[in-house]
């Protein structure tokens, strides 16, 4: 399977056919089977509610949130034209009084499911109020078994574990961090996700300025796609990665029957060997 995975920069739009523009050059020029855009990326349409809706916080929520349904018919139909499978960038979804931060996974035959964010960092709580929306769930696709941890979501190995032990073979991870020090706290815990559950992690991250719109004013990160060091995968547990805050796609072919054998025969056997923890306590 051919994996991109997106270093994303946001754009100021004048009209959904600019941003149907952009989003179609990616795809395209992607050569892959599975594309990973990252978190609160499709906020860069909140530029169609123009400069003032744009800047404010819950204006430009519900400006994103109203373009739904364009969004999804414009990655349906760029899956279906492309024999690709796209998590799309995720973003906000009123689901209730509060909005989710919502990522769609979607395949050549259509909408596949989504996924929607579980612990909200300080900001998406206070002061944006995006909410969470716990439960997790597994994509049986034809690639393989997938899930998606959203940027904060994937430093807690709970979450994981529950993935792995569901046979999930590979996470989605897409991310939004605006400093250096929170995308390596993505970084390392999608790294530390691949390693205990000996799994392919792939790691997609907005990144470059973006001074119009203030939730997502700075962006920093890498795109990466992460294996577990185990004697199957690149001593680093790397199997690729690009330059920091470079835009671009970020590309490896993985076999993912390699996940088998790591869980069965790898130099250590962290996802075999989880339950024993449950005996450790202090004496």
């Not at 979501?153 to 993935?163: A, H, I, M």
């Amino acid at each position: 399977m051919k994996i991109a995975s997106a270093a994303y920069p946001l754009d100021w739009f004048d009209s959904f056919d600019a941003y149907r523009t952009k989003l179609s050059h990616w795809v395209a020029t992607a050569d892959a089977d599975l594309l990973v855009f990252p978190e609160y990326a499709v906020m860069e349409l909140a530029s169609l509610g123009g400069t003032a809706t744009a800047a404010d916080l819950e204006a430009g929520l519900h400006e994103v949130a109203r373009h739904w349904p364009a969004i999804h018919a414009l990655h349906q139909e760029l899956a279906a034209a492309h024999g690709c499978h796209i998590l799309g960038a995720s973003g906000p979804v009123f689901a209730g009084a509060r909005p989710v931060n919502r990522a769609v996974l979607y395949g050549p035959k259509g909408v596949i499911g989504h996924q929607d964010k579980q612990i909200m960092t300080r900001f998406e709580r206070d002061p944006w109020n995006v909410t969470g929306a716990p439960g997790l769930r597994v994509f049986d696709t034809d690639l393989g078994r997938m899930g998606v941890l959203i940027c904060y979501d994937s430093e807690f190995p709970l979450l994981g574990r529950v993935l792995a032990q569901a046979g999930v073979q590979i996470l989605l991870v897409p991310s939004c961090t605006d400093t250096v020090a929170g995308f390596h706290r993505v970084r390392i815990g999608a790294m530390a996700r691949a390693l205990e559950s000996q799994c392919v992690v792939v790691h997609s991250p907005t990144v470059g300025d973006c001074d119009w719109l203030p939730a997502l004013d700075e962006n920093r990160g890498r795109a990466a796609i992460y294996g577990p060091p185990d004697g199957f995968w690149p001593e680093t547990g790397i199997i690729a990665e690009g330059a920091m805050d470079a835009p671009g796609w970020v590309r490896a072919t993985v076999d993912l029957s390699r996940v088998d054998d790591s869980r069965r025969d790898g130099a250590v056997l962290p996802f075999a060997h989880w339950p024993e923890q449950e005996n450790c306590r202090l004496i």
